[in-house]
């Protein structure tokens, strides 16, 4: 099982995530121009998602797309979540 993040883990992740009250997990908004580049933002997550064998909970709402990264088998946060969580910073293209 993956070893557990203490909260101080959290001060260099890139972006806006934020710590879940429960402290479980993280979570961001991401606001696009429309719907078409959310979809474009959700398949390029997926493909990194699928590469890091870690997938988010996340909706989308026309132009808004909300990710929740935690480590469900760990019960809350570990590297995994800080890695994917890194990695869509890395490559979202627009202000937040």
Do not use: Y
Not at 4 to 30: N, Y
Not at 48 to 57: I, Q, S, T
Not at 64 to 87: C, M, Q
């Amino acid at each position: 099982m993956a070893k557990l993040l203490e909260k101080t883990a959290l001060t260099h992740l890139p972006g806006k995530w934020a710590l879940a009250p429960d402290q479980k997990s993280i979570h961001q908004s991401f606001i696009f121009k429309d719907f078409t580049e959310a979809f474009s933002f959700m398949a390029r997550v997926a493909l990194l998602a699928e590469k890091a064998d870690h997938h988010p909970d996340w909706s989308n709402s026309w132009n808004k797309v909300n990710i929740t990264l935690t480590s469900h088998d760990a019960g809350g946060l570990t590297e995994k979540d800080l890695a994917l969580a890194k990695a869509i910073s890395d490559f979202v293209w627009l202000p937040q």
